[in-house]
Nanobody, 123 residues
Framework: QVQLVETGGGSVQAGGSLRLSCTAS????????MGWIRQAPGKEREGISC????????RYTGALRERFTVSRDYAKKMFYLQMNNLTSEDTAVYYCAAHNRDYCPDSRDFRYWGQGTQVTVSK
């Protein structure tokens, strides 16, 4: 199995930025599609974006396109979420997820999930 660990969460003022990192212990990291998903308190999970095995982009939530950017580093086996111009509505637990296919699945169908990291945006 792939073991995923998210880092970079915490508290930030509205208008600020954070970069979340996901580290994969799996040696065949480049065989997996990778995604970021978030869940705000009392709300359903919301897919953000996913990169296929070869870097093709799937946007689950188009409204975040101008503020959130995903990227992956194959050499370092890491996956990133850059978040800019944060608002209180972005407060949520953010999850890194992996899928052992070339393509990005539905945002709720990833096979492997990290434990999540809390992001809190204050006004």
């Amino acid at each position: 199995q792939v073991q995923l660990v998210e880092t970079g969460g915490g508290s930030v003022q509205a208008g600020g930025s954070l970069r979340l990192s996901c580290t994969a212990s799996e040696l065949t990291f480049d065989n997996y599609a990778m995604g970021w998903i978030r869940q705000a308190p009392g709300k359903e999970r919301e897919g953000i974006s996913c990169l296929s095995r070869t870097g093709g982009l799937t946007r689950y939530t188009g409204a975040l396109r101008e503020r959130f950017t995903v990227s992956r580093d194959y050499a370092k086996k890491m996956f990133y979420l850059q978040m800019n111009n944060l608002t209180s509505e972005d407060t949520a637990v953010y999850y890194c997820a992996a899928h052992n296919r070339d393509y990005c699945p539905d945002s709720r169908d990833f096979r492997y999930w990290g434990q999540g990291t809390q992001v809190t945006v204050s006004k």
